[in-house]
């Protein structure tokens, strides 16, 4: 018998059982819809964002009227509408909230994952393996997207594949030579933070006098050079003066620059000193200290040197205004050096007056969809282009490239979301073998398929989060690191843990780091030598609310790359040694994952906030292996579908979920 | 009309653009416009048609029709999510025209509770595009010749349990662009010194080429003889979904169409409340439709009778998002359309684009 299309058993086991859907934005909404409509009765949604304009494209289940109130509870009171006789709980929060334990994770047959971030990702993959729950996995990004599902011992786990890290780029890229937009947005960003938001050492905007490139050249001959060629120049003695005098400031700043960033005065400091003055300002950025830039002249031998703006040269420019497409949106116009130069000046001031309103101490963070902060840097991107012979770019391509923004539709998310539901049919059915990886296409693959379901790989026996014993190696200069960044960049970013414990194992069982408030917090500005951690020694960490315990291996190493803290081992797939076969110590680690026999010294996991889909493989089994472009947001790459030499895998899908955090990280 | 009708002074306003932010990052602003500048007749407002609905009202086209004469039953709107409870009885379109208007306040959205069948020629050319759901085949066949001949862009959709399709007729020209990567040319900016005036490429710069697709009408396309040795070659690689849906040609004594045979023969789809009989029915028809062809009957396994009643809801999702976004991209004249056909079956998650035609 049917009750729809379900047979009965179905029908009942889907009427009866209780499932977490966790995220409610654009997959969540057309995934609620579709688990009500399915005959879903037991429904709990968790998500702590809340409505913006810009998600009424595709996230039905709001309206206007909606915009600012929390998504988790609006979606809830919209699917009531149409289905009152579901039972559905509502959390306007964070699932990484200590509340939602193993625990809560066992009152349920499945979890759906509808994120948009790696950090929840990784930490909603953790708490179902150690609840031992199946969980649905899902992503789109444009035209594209991907569904999977996740069971203990029996498949990939999120964290099995290393996932490609987002670009980053050195610090001298953005502080000194940038050759791409994006190298001038990211500076832009930075900036705002050192003007007005939390100053951040990694996010220094100023000229790097550290670098390699330029290293031998010393300031002094430069000086000199610069005093040659200006006098060459024959210029009005006054202006003369006034450049000489903004070299050998800028020489003075870059000396003391020299050495250690010690002395010199803060951006934010500086700028305070003038009253935000935004002509200052403007000459200070994109005058003086390009007219440094230009002393480290072994920069500029193969690349067009930079040319420096004078805020009162710009005054005397016309005004000129290239739209982009006819008469397009205010967005999307490309306003000209003078339009950037106003837009710079109005901006300081409007984001000025709203610090001053916060208060004393007060800071800024910087919001994509906050007027000023994203004119401010639309305007200090466009103005750093213009310096370094680069077009400029719309306030709309800006946007686009310091939020991050994925571009997102509702015919993608519907398509998704259907597919999670018919994971989740054979899940309940008991059919976990006829569970697929599918994939969303923009076009036919070479064997027509627009919807490419691919079987499901086994578990990594190397992973480093459900392997039996997960173990990693870690190099770093122990004489460097701090107490404090193998807690946040090792351990909480780079390894997903929300409150790790560490202990040494060095037989008498340091604490390191304790997840209690404060109760190892004298250890944090100390480095790891301090606690006769060496070359060799090895910590237990433990994170109680994932119930996930790892083995890191430290590995001392004095010459890591510049702007390089530490460097995972076998981090990148071409470098992973192979998995060793030495026999496994037994003792009992708490991640419960018995099944696998080897333990890790590997992992390969970078966190990095730009995930790329990779769209490719079939289900049938194929040699060829076939190259996908893929394109988000207008930009293509081509990805590689890699073969792997792994057991009996003959091909490799990078599992990539695309996100949609606002960060753009940049190495420094 | 597309192509008739000047659609290019249509002005987003700065609230569009705010609403429409992450589309229009995707397709573009020139898309946006076009398809702000679109009407579109939707016939059926079941689950399918729901989910198309839903698409094109949230994309921001200028105008929708929803069009069906048939009432509200519990079976109808099982996947159906613009119908409040408790309107059994009432007309489908009308009954979905409240919650289809919440979607997108700046659409145009209206209900037409007329049959479909007792329209003239002339409404079917109001229209940019027409999309038919749940319509018997001949229908389908005598709304693509009207609209074809007028450049209206034709599409067609059903979903039967856990099986789907759509098709396409954009006619025998479809213009459309393409965003390709501009080439970026070898390195030349070191010869030249560093004080070259040329301002740097954008590695991420991209152009818009413009491409043209040919369709053919849907009588074409169902008039395949699985008979002529080149079909038979084919016939590995065609989807079993071909068959099993509608996909044949209603006069031709070769017609392989299982469902939408039933349609045409009992006036109805399968209904779950009367699976026994029906499925009897369903399996003599498919042995009938195979036979006629000189076709295994194999090609449909027995068990598609279980999976092949009512309308799934994640299966109208799949298939009206494909369905919805095809239609977008007709409208929009942006990117490649897929041709003609698109088969989703949802035991197995696949889903093929495959084109046939006579020719």
Known sequence: MLVGSLRKELADSVSSCRVLVVGAGGIGCELLKNLVLTGFKNIEVIDLDTIDVSNLNRQFLFQKKHVGKSKAQVAKESVLQFCPEANITAYHDSIMNPDYNVEFFKNFMLVMNALDNRAARNHVNRMCLAANIPLIESGTAGYLGQVTVIKKGLTECYECQPKPTQKTFPGCTIRNTPSEPIHCIVWAKYLYNQLFGEEDADQEVSPDTADPEASCESIICSVCRWLFYLCSQSMGSNDFDKRLRAILTAARAGASNQDGDIKRVSTKDWARSTGYDPVKIFNKLFKDDIMYLLTMDKLWKKRKAPQPLDWAVVQEMAYIQEEVSGQGLRDQQVLGVKGYAQLFCNSVETLRSQLAEKGEGAQLVWDKDDPPAMDFVTAAANLRMHVFSMNMKSRFDVKSMAGNIIPAIATTNAVIAGLIVLEALKILSGDLEQCRTVFLNKQPNPRKKLLVPCALDPPNTNCYVCASKPEVTVKLNVHKTLVQSLQDKILKEKFGMVAPDVQIEDGKGTILISSEEGETDANNSKCLSEFGIRNGSRLQVDDFLQDYTLLVNLLHCEDLEKDVEFEVVGDAPDKAPPAPNVPEEDKNIANGNQDSALPSTSSKVPIEKDDVLIVDSDEEPSSSTMEAAVEMGGVKRKLEDVETGGAGSKRKRLFELPINDDDIIALD | ?359
């Open chain 2, 1 to 359: 009309m597309l192509d008739t009708v000047e659609k290019e002074d249509t002005v987003i306003s700065e609230e569009e653009a705010a609403q429409y932010d992450r589309q229009i990052r995707l397709w573009g602003l020139d898309a946006q416009k076009r398809l702000r500048g679109s009407h579109v007749l939707l016939v059926g407002l079941r689950g399918l048609g729901a989910e198309v609905a839903k698409n094109l009202i949230l994309a921001g086209v200028k105008g929708l029709t929803l069009l069906d004469h048939e009432e509200v039953t519990e079976e109808s709107c099982r996947a159906q999510f613009l119908i409040p409870v408790g309107s059994e009885g009432q007309n489908r379109a009308q009954a979905s025209l409240e919650r289809a208007q919440y979607l997108n306040p700046m659409v145009d959205v209206k209900a037409d509770t007329e049959p479909v069948e007792s329209k003239p020629d002339e409404f079917f050319l109001q229209f940019d595009a027409v999309c038919l759901t749940g319509c018997p085949r001949d229908l389908m066949i005598r709304i693509d010749q009207i609209c074809s001949q007028k450049n209206v862009k034709v599409f067609c959709g059903d979903v039967f349990g856990y099986h789907g399709y759509m098709f396409s007729n954009l006619g025998p020209e479809h213009h459309y662009v393409e965003e390709k990567l501009k080439a970026v040319k070898p390195s030349e900016g070191t010869s030249d010194g560093p004080d070259t005036k040329k301002p740097k490429v954008d590695p991420s710069e991209t152009t818009m080429v413009k491409k043209t697709a040919s369709f053919c009408s849907l009588k074409e396309a169902l008039e395949i003889d699985w008979t002529s040795e080149k079909a038979k070659a084919s016939l590995k690689r065609t989807p079993a979904d071909y068959f099993l849906l509608q996909v044949a040609p209603l006069p031709s004594p070769f017609a392989p169409s299982v469902l939408l045979k039933f349609r045409t023969d009992k006036g109805r789809d399968p209904q779950p409340s009367s699976f026994a009989d029906d499925s009897t029915i369903l399996r003599q028809i498919r042995d009938d439709v195979l036979e006629a062809q000189g076709l295994a009957s194999d090609l449909i396994p027995d068990e598609f009778v279980s999976y092949c009643f009512s309308e799934m809801a994640p299966v109208c999702a799949v298939v009206g998002g494909v369905l919805g976004q095809e239609i977008v991209k007709a409208l929009s004249q942006r990117d490649a359309p897929h041709r003609n056909f698109f088969f989703f079956d949802g035991l197995k998650g696949s889903g093929v684009v495959d084109y046939f035609a006579t020719k």
